[in-house]
């Protein structure tokens, strides 16, 4: 693991990692007030203070209990409360009612991250060099931003349940310049390695590395926009069961999706149907034909492929296709694509894929709490690959398996065609 | 309608009053944070913000909107986002999505009464002696006087739901001292008027006044207090079908109630249960066996009474023997009887009796949006008489006609019972 | 009780009576195949096999097995799987999976009833002279009765759930001649005498007799027709929120209802919607205007009065009316009124009333399972008076009280009016 | 397609395949009572009457509508009565009430099979050799074996509903011999063919045949046996969230799930829990430690096989370990191992893979109504290889992709081990 100099500059450098992550959280809570910090729009979703909490509960529960000398908590019903799903900690405060926590109140919510900072920065002080411990801190770290874009996507559905459409940033988005065509970029497949190879880190459902064969195929070089999927809308879509996988078809049935989640027709005139607008972070805007089209499920995704011949990518196809491709971070909307090739991987939107979530050959979860990470959801749940604009920086790779059920439509989720 | 002088002291009285009442719904939100104010902790309680809103949304939508020579709405989304159910004025936010509604936050809320009592101000001082004008200024005070007591028993609602119990009120309860059991008053019944006889203020439903026999009958000289009650409890009284309503046993039997709705008992030691705590507004108390039971069904209500060999009294006994008893106000929790004779027919809890809410002989409701006030509700609901602990000071008639579905229990309601 | 010969004749006529209504219900499933008489169309609704068990059941239960020497069940299953709601008598079936038991099959619950009658007649031969006996005899018969009128009507529903519309019986209806529009019948009230006087049977819930002030009302001289009620719905009755109790609306909104139950509104011609049809047990037929309306809710019923400037009588109004008028019987269907004064009373369609289903002053039920019979039913449930068409004849009564929720459709029920 | 002659022969043959198992379902009907036929248990399940006639319809609608001269349907209702999700066929009855179709009558139905096997016949007979007639003819025989499994698992659940436990055969199951535990047997992988290679009948979703890397594994020589769940239901394999997906978990906390579907657990004595049974085919029998353990979801296959170290297999693995593997049939039941080697591949348990149903590459729906029968159900479900002790002979391929969500439990599903 190094010289003891080497330790000690991972110690310091984790540190400074531990306290700009830590600080983000709090960072993106600013532009509320304590009460949309408080509400929870849907079972799905969490409130900002319940991400705040968790997340240094996370720190508490799984580091300063086992490592702290004279361990006491800083709450005792806050191990209860903001326990998410682990059944090795025992029970859990249910978790449609986490919007009814209005105690502990937002004050003292961001007084329990103080205080566990505060701590936290004392253990790794005094365990400059200790490899177990980073790793348990890395991985919090890791945890806290997958928070952090939670409470962007769950702030933006709670704003969105309010007929004043509120923006979380006053900023409105420019409009976007066209974009061309998308082109077809080939790749000649293989006998892959698929997985994550260190050195850095990565979670344990990108492991093992294992080999797969994957045939030749070719993926879209942008990702579907506004433009595209409205002509979808408009050739009636919504309305031929011939393109629906039968669970989607039935949603559709039942009117519960006409079109991407946040798109809205207001009236403009007292006779007829107004343009088409889109709820964003930035409040209500023009739909912007030339961004990508996000908050779309999979059976949607797979509904508009089909229509234009085409199909979704499995995400080894995915992950083939991005290995060599740069990062990008986003900007909490997904932008018009700019550049020629492979471009919008990352940044952007999340790309669904026609695959399930299911284990890597060899996979094994953690001993104990922590291995009920990400083993026990690999059921009825679909990769998706890249990163979205609201994915935080750092927390990118192109090994990297999101996962969502085909319905989930309120993250940054968006369509990429393969063939 | 008076000399002209009356009239102005009217006009003055009618202002003042506005005030007070305007100025206690401010008041009891004042132990609570925005967040407090803000959560729903199910579809049949409000927020509290929505209750400031919402009688704010009655004087504006049926006062000054129809007799403000210049009026403009003092937000145009007001309109929509804070009627509770008047299919007359348009359309409603869903009821189950209030606790969503972060926005307008606390202080725009407060900002909407300031700006809404002060238009009221004006008007009813360029209008003193206007009838109508004060008649309705009367409704929406009592209307408002209503939320008053729905705001304390929704937020005592929301508070339950913490594990943390947190008090509304800091000062703790203090013990009772026993109660003797209860006597037996008689009254001799016969063909009796029923309902209200002005000239003071009565809601549409307490109207007209019309004849009604009566049988002899006997009422409990107090209410059912927390001893009476845990002796129904201890004997297995919810382990029997043979006491209750068909509906009651379903609930029952399903594993919905076993005691009533605040009853907590919390392991004192680790072996073995604890003893009966009750939550209340001032935060969770031991049991005390002298104050009146309450938060009780109708089923439970119904299945003791079934249980101590008595019944319900109707609601024509209840007002039959309430005639001539004098109104006392409660102070936020009910207390142990103390006075000898009908006791605690006012102030303590809300009395279930046997009769469903139905129009009496001759009801007709008004024209127009405010019609929908009583009589829509006049199906599958319970009259409840007297007063509680939370009804204000000048909100209590012995023919005052509360009501709810049979099996509500967040209100302060409790047991009389009759022979 | 009677001379010996006295009591010896009643024997005999007890035995007759008893033979007569058994074989009616057999009768009763004679159109019907072995699958019709399976299926359960909904949990409210039971299989015409399950009511040719239950009712024999019945019999068993509260008469063979406590009086016959040596008893032994016809099958040992059969104490749970053909109990209703006795939780006296021990476990039950569940009520919605009814329609699942094949198995015993028809042929079997036939032999069922053959051996119970036969039981039956040598205990009858046994004790001719036994009052006790003969009075649970007369209790089962008249459960027998109404599950007679429920079979029916049971068999209706299940049928009207098949697109090819089967009919019960197959002669189709004839025409009626026009009805001419109501008159109102004025009563002077009073204070009148309320419920069943001796000696004939009658329910515990007709009693006890007691006194109930009644003030001058009127009643309508017929039931609403098909004709007028068309009215209603054409004038758009079901599009205005101001006639309907806030339950009923809700009802309304979700699309549940929009017509009564049996109204079909088939396509005529390719090019515009058909004219309306009703289902009947004689299968589909052209709404004919001059019969009665029927399967209506008790929300359809009120605010189709509130539409005419009516409303629905009271128990005691329409008993009060009742005293004098001569008994009727129907014929499966109702008919168009034909006779002047106070028409339809009995025989037609069940007439909601107003009243909730409540005990009467000094109600008590029956000790044991047979106290279940009624007294847990009063709840949220509301009174109708009269009898139907299905109603079977010697089970009529101008104090029968008949009782279903607001929202029940699926019996033959109708408006009469009054103010 | 060859000579006029091997056509001639391949029409006769394809007739007398048609005549086998077109009478092959009628004879499964025939140990059921018209009532037994009539029932429908769950929405998932179907009444045996529908079987019989939908697989009709499939062979009126699809081939004898295009074909047939002067085609005229059997009875214009069935055309929507017995279409099961054809949405490019028009209208459908509602699955939920198939079992409320008391008409047409078994008989009814029994007719309308003659008939069309008359006019199938004739129609075979008009062209021997029409290689598309005689493929289509081929698909509406697998779509009827498909049925003929479905139809017993389907009566075998509704027989399960009636605390009558009624035997579908009336012929005990004999006792096993007791079996060997389990070996694992070792394969290589590597980059594997995967799907149908002609030239028999294959489903489009086994097609297109395309290469697979499949890394080294080894699979339980057998199934797991009653005995070895038995293990672990007693180990607390229902107690231990570490065991299970998080889906499944939630099953069990909710008490839906604690031993395999047809598990029952009933008391020998008074004091005391019995020995467990299982209800089978032949009723009700004692729990055979040495037969394969059937009727468990993917979640309990899934949580069995963590609890033993090992894992399920992926489709891929099953099918290369079957390629050489023989084809059995089975005898309503599963039966106890007894040949070396690889066992019980076929004819016992269908076998849960981890692999969830997606398309192969390269996937094509045919066009028009056909194409709608696998494609649009690749989501949300998984893969079970192998074939059943219900799986109709003939209907038996290594290549075969049988697929259910993974709560299902009234299939004859079994667990494999693999490593």
Sequence with gaps: MGTPYERAAAGVECAAEFGQVRQRSVHLAEPLSPEDCCAQSM???SPVKWHLAHT???FETFILEPREADFRPFHPAFRVLFNSYYNGVGDKHPRPQRGLLTRPALADVLAYRADVDRRMARLLAQHPADPELAALVELGLQHEQQHQELLLTDVKHLLAQSPLFPAYLDAPLAASAPVAAPAWVDFDGGLAEIGHRGPGFAFDNELPRHRQYVAPFALASRLVTNGDYLE????????DPSLWLAEGWDKVARGEISHPLYWVQRDEVASGRGAWQEFTLHGLQALDPAR???HVSLYEADAYARWRGARLPTEAEWEFAARDVAIACGDLHPRAAGSAGLAQMFGECW???????APYPGFAAAAGALGEYNGKF????YVLRGSSCATPHGHTRATYR???PAGARWQFTGIRLAR
């Design 402 to 404: 999101n996962f969502f």
């Design 378 to 381: 690999m059921i009825n749940q």
């Design 292 to 294: 990508p089209v996000t």
């Design 351 to 357: 790309q669904w894929t026609s695959s399930s979530y």
């Design 43 to 45: 079972p799905d979703a």
């Design 56 to 58: 240094t509960w996370f």
């Design 232 to 239: 979808f809308v408009e050739a009636g879509g919504y309305r």
